[in-house]
């Protein structure tokens, strides 16, 4: 049974850095596009960033948050720094994943870090 495991989030000062990991656990054949997205209370989901061969990031957390990956250790990362109080949600990581002995990619979801900035 293949899951995505997330590790890293807590509580931070405001301008202060915090490093999300993810990473599958079971047997992967292949990994493809990684990204992080996050929900604060009372809104919806939304992409903090993803990582395939180039990065990309929502124009909210440009600047301040980066995305990389491991890939001798399958996994990816997400470091945040100048974190503000706006910043504060439940941070998901998602992924394409190939688990070995399946001939076809899905998507999986980690279940979440909470992330909270205070002011």
């Known amino acids: 049974q293949v899951q995505l495991v997330e590790s890293g989030g807590g509580l931070v000062q405001a301008g202060g850095s915090l490093r999300l990991s993810c990473a599958p656990s079971?047997?992967?054949?292949?990994?493809?596009?990684m990204g992080w997205y996050r929900q604060a209370p009372g809104k919806q989901r939304e992409l903090v960033g993803t990582?395939?061969?180039?990065?990309d990031y929502a124009d909210s957390v440009k600047g301040r948050f980066t995305i990389s990956r491991d890939n001798a250790k399958n996994t990816a990362y997400l470091q945040m720094n100048n974190l503000k109080p706006e910043d504060t949600a439940v941070y998901y990581c998602?992924?394409?994943?190939?688990?070995?002995?399946?001939?076809?990619?899905?998507?999986?979801w980690g279940q979440g870090t909470q992330v909270t900035v205070s002011s």
């Open positions: 990582i395939t061969s180039t990065t």
């Open positions: 079971g047997s992967i054949f292949a990994i493809g596009r």
């Open positions: 998602n992924a394409q994943l190939t688990p070995y002995g399946s001939s076809s990619s899905s998507i999986y």
